[in-house]
């Protein structure tokens, strides 16, 4: 089967200091996987690259067979990419529906139209509930996105993602800033959107429950370098891993 | 929109049409009708320019530019042509303003917040600058006058009626446009460009499809303005024209739909009403926007709603209550 996401050797560095070192690994199609690392381990910057918003120094990015290497976001995204950030992007004085509606409406490349009202775009409006139903936005969907709580604005986030239909799916920290609770909840939800929407997921994360309880594929980043990658289990049993990044928590 | 605000809607249209359209049959006043027909013309250009401020959020400071081509076309049209040539020269300013936007689009839409403000003040001085100086063709500081718009459109009541009609359908389209989806991607630009090109939008490419709208629009006011008027000035080009629209938005409501149209109203009457009293009235101008910038933001329709709400929702709490 051929890879849905491979980087090559990729490098990056903001003047001296190596922010990617060499990275290569391949994310399969349907994988759900992990990203951790300590602060400034380079993840965000990892997903920057990918997504087009920085471009690499060196080395290759293959999306679906095909070299994204320095493309635009905009192309990147046509391609099926799909991203949450760390710090919630939302539309805030937009509703709810609409955060997601335009997402649809973009897919549908129909954001150019200009004569009749956004409710009269009916595949876009029904794909958008469908999309608020699975987040459990629905019943909040005429509200303007501001006034959400911080959880819901998160799930909003991956819902504009949604909207566009990826096959593959980044997600920054989805349950940063999130009280234990509701971190169990984000967890279970972000694993039913896997399934459901057929995803290739990838997600950055700092809570080990999370990454341990639904990833299939670990991956450990230190100073910009890949560290490890394998299963749960292989990465808990890393020695190098535990001392450089779990240390007594997992020993 | 929900039913209730189609209803509110519909309501505001018929009193638009209905007050505007009823004026010449009500009163027989010339300089009633004059008036009438500066406010739905302003009332258009500050719509206009509220696509691009309060829905795209970029502050043009050169609307007047477009509005001068709108007015000149008509206005060398007929000085050089003949009075036959009013409508096609309004087509012609109107042509121009779009090719103009367009062009200009791709040189001053590279720049974001301050520094677009900045190139579009610099290029509306500068079209000033040459109608004021090129005198032999444009007349300079005299302007044009004598722009009688030809047969049937040479009436007073009957010219008002078509301005009434242009606004009206201009206005309607801009409205349209501010509920579809393009309307939904450009307030996306306005709240979060990131998150737009993560949309796979181009933020440059809508932003400058708005400024063409925009000015298209603007072209056409100061056209229709030129036979309301029946002369044309370099005043049309000159910054504080387009510094008036900003006023007018700012004062009726930016995040308003018709907040301009309201503000255009008010200003124009505060300009009669108070400019008829007393020299000083750009001082009252200056005191009432001041007011209205720090302590109702909102503008005169946005603190409406506000109000509103606010009243609805001490309803609400009383009926809880019981």
């Known amino acids: 089967m051929e890879p849905m996401l491979v980087l090559e050797n990729v490098n990056k560095a903001f003047g001296g200091l190596k922010v990617t070192d060499n990275v290569s690994f391949s994310v399969m199609p349907g994988e759900i996987s992990a990203i951790i690392g300590p602060n400034g381990a380079g993840k965000t910057t990892l997903f920057n690259e990918i997504t087009g918003h920085l471009t690499p120094d060196s080395g290759r990015i293959l999306f679906k067979g095909q070299e994204i290497t320095g493309l635009h976001t905009q192309e990147i995204v046509a391609r099926g990419m799909g991203r949450a950030f760390q710090i919630t992007s939302i539309f805030p004085e937009e509703t709810v529906l609409d955060n997601v509606r335009v997402a649809c409406l973009s897919r549908l490349g129909q954001t150019r139209r200009s004569l009749r009202s956004v409710g009269n775009f009916s ?32 799930l909003l986030d991956i819902g504009v993602a949604l909207g566009l239909e990826p096959k593959m799916l980044l997600l920054d920290e989805p349950t940063a800033g999130m009280s234990p609770d509701e971190r169990h909840l984000t967890r279970e939800l972000v694993k039913r959107l896997w399934k459901e929407f057929n995803l290739t997921l990838v997600f950055i994360e700092h809570d080990m429950d999370t990454v341990f309880g639904i990833a299939q594929v670990v991956r ?22 535990i001392t450089a990044y779990l240390g007594e928590e997992l020993a | 929109m929900t039913g209730a605000d189609t209803k509110k809607e519909v309501i505001f249209w018929g009193l638009l049409a209905g007050i505007f359209g009823l004026l010449p049959v009500v009163s027989h006043n010339d300089y009633h ?100 100086r090129w005198y032999h063709v444009t007349g300079g500081d005299d302007g044009i006058q004598g722009i009688i ?117 008010l200003i124009k009457i505060i300009e009669d009403v108070v400019g008829s009293r007393t020299e000083f009235w750009p001082l009252i101008i200056g005191l009432l926007m001041m007011t209205m910038v720090l302590a109702f933001p909102r503008g005169v329709v946005g603190e409406f709603q506000m109000l509103k709400a606010r009243w609805q929702w001490r309803a609400l709490e009383r009926a809880r209550r019981g």
């Not at chain 1, 409006?125 to 709580?149: H, M, N, V, Y």
């Not at chain 1, 980043?221 to 891993?241: F, K, M, W, Y």
């Not at chain 2, 779009?98 to 003040?121: K, N």
């Not at chain 2, 504080?240 to 503000?263: A, D, K, N």
Request: net charge positive; with cysteine; charged share 10%.
């Open chain 1, 123 to 154: 595949q876009a409006t029904e794909q958008a509930f469908a999309i608020l139903e699975s987040l459990g936005l629905k019943d909040q969907a005429q509200r303007p996105a501001f006034e959400l709580a911080h959880g819901d604005q998160k």
């Open chain 1, 220 to 241: 450990v980043l230190q100073q910009g370098r890949l560290l490890a990658e394998g299963t749960p289990d292989q990465i808990r049993s890393n020695p190098e891993v």
């Open chain 2, 33 to 132: 009708l004059i008036m009438a027909n500066h406010i739905i013309v302003w009332g258009l250009f500050a719509v206009a320019f509220n696509m691009l401020f309060g829905i795209t959020g970029m502050l043009s400071f050169g609307q007047a530019l477009f509005y001068g081509i709108g007015g000149y076309g008509v206005g060398l049209m007929v000085k050089y042509l003949g009075k036959a040539w009013f409508l096609p020269g309004m087509a012609a300013g109107v042509l121009a303003a779009a090719v103009l936007a367009y062009l200009l689009g791709f040189l001053i839409i590279r720049v974001s917040g301050v520094f677009f403000t900045i190139l579009t003040l610099a290029f509306g001085q500068l079209a000033w600058q040459v109608t004021f």
């Open chain 2, 149 to 265: 718009p030809p047969g049937i459109l040479g009436n007073k009541v009957f010219y008002y009626y078509v301005c009434l009609a242009c606004v009206l359908a201009s206005v309607w389209y801009l409205r349209s446009l501010s509920n579809s989806p393009l309307g939904l991607i450009l307030r996306c630009v306005r709240q979060n460009p990131a998150r737009v090109r993560f949309l796979g939008r181009h933020v440059r490419r809508n932003q400058r499809r708005v400024y063409v709208i925009s000015s298209v629009f603007a072209a056409l006011a100061g056209g229709l303005m030129s036979g309301v008027d029946n002369s044309v000035h370099t005043n049309m080009f000159y910054w504080t024209t387009s510094g008036e629209v900003i006023l007018m938005s700012v004062l009726g409501g930016i995040h308003q739909f018709f907040g301009p149209f309201i503000g255009a109203a």
